[in-house]
């Protein structure tokens, strides 16, 4: 297999949230007006009643629903089946053997279950965003849209599970339900996400002592090198304080998770390299660009994209190595 299945399992779900996001970016919010000065009292007159305006009417939703309901559904498929035809005779053009599974939670220290949870966390966050787009009510387009991440995400288990090399993961099925399922706890809880999954990465050492699995280039490290990524969850504060906070809302505390010295998950290999992986644990501080105001359609899209990242920002990281230890700037 060409590219090994965590790779091509990161190049899928960010070509999905690439397409997802910048579709389901919202337009920007409106600007409250002033209320108008009461008008002064008139003689009573007689009034005819006159037609309630278009807007206000029951169907008034409909005609956006049917133009761009169609278009989306139209746009995920194609796109959904291209990437799917993509990797089935791009990838998988080895040997194929009967379905079968196989465990790979002790592999990478779990860092690939947490980017399931992320892609198919915000892949049913834009699918609920472009439904409520389209034109569809909120209570549907939760539970049409919410599960989209999962629904995405678990068909390639039937292209790894007929792969000689590797095999369907049950956990990697769990992980994506999860990234699901936590967008649509929040939605109901609070009608909004106030705990958000975020990534970063910056370039390792260790891609070179295996470019063939982590990456020989920038591109191919950023998907494949577990060693460079960074899980984050950034909170917003300022949603659970009460109304007459002065807390920014777009500044929010951050934890993260990550590992290091993951060359092979084999820990002999690894030892020959004189490396012995471990875990990682970070506290910094995010910035939500959702709650940067801009009149800017394009910058409004721009930031609801780039939302799923973690900005660099100094932080503060603890391992079992190491102790804590300080970062002016992490990313």
Do not use: C
Not at 5 to 14: A, C, E, K, P, Q
Not at 29 to 34: G, R, S, T, V, Y
Not at 83 to 99: A, N, P
Not at 136 to 156: E, K, T
């Amino acid at each position: 297999m060409p590219l090994p299945s965590s790779g091509l399992r990161s190049f899928l779900r960010l070509g999905l949230l690439a397409g997802l996001l910048t579709l389901a970016a919202p337009a920007p919010a409106q600007i409250p007006q002033a209320a108008p000065e009461a008008p002064m009292p008139q003689p009573s007159v007689l009034r005819v009643a006159q037609p309630a305006p278009a807007d206000s009417l029951p169907g008034a939703r409909l005609p956006r629903l049917n133009q761009r309901l169609p278009l989306l559904a139209g746009g995920l498929v194609v796109s959904y089946s291209s990437l799917m035809l993509v990797l089935s005779k791009g990838w998988y053009t080895g040997e194929r053997t009967d379905f079968h599974w196989f465990n790979d939670l002790p592999e990478w220290k779990q860092l690939d279950k947490a980017g399931h949870f992320w892609g198919a966390f915000h892949e049913s966050r834009g699918a609920v965003d472009m439904l409520r787009w389209a034109g569809v009510p909120d209570r549907r387009a939760l539970w049409y849209g919410g599960f989209v991440g999962f629904l995405l995400q678990s068909p390639i288990e039937l292209l790894d599970g007929r792969d000689p090399e590797y095999g369907a993961s049950a956990t990697d099925l769990a992980a994506n339900f999860l990234g699901s399922a936590g967008l649509i706890g929040q939605q109901l809880a609070w009608n909004e996400v106030r705990i958000m999954p975020k990534l970063s990465f910056h370039p390792t050492r260790y891609a070179d002592l295996r470019p063939n699995v982590l990456g020989s280039n920038l591109g191919e490290q950023f998907l494949k090198d577990y060693n460079g990524q960074t899980y984050w969850l950034a909170t917003d504060v300022g949603a659970f304080l009460p109304a007459g906070s002065r807390w920014p809302r777009w500044l929010q505390p951050a934890v993260g998770y990550g590992a290091q010295q993951m060359v092979y998950n084999d820990p002999d290999r690894n030892a020959a390299l004189g490396l012995r992986s471990y875990r990682q644990f970070y506290l910094s501080l995010d910035v939500d660009l959702r709650r940067i105001p801009t009149r800017n359609k394009v910058l409004k899209k721009v930031f609801y994209a780039l939302s799923i990242f973690h900005l660099p920002a100094p932080a503060l990281e603890w391992n079992p190595r190491r102790g804590f230890v300080a970062h002016g700037l992490y990313y």
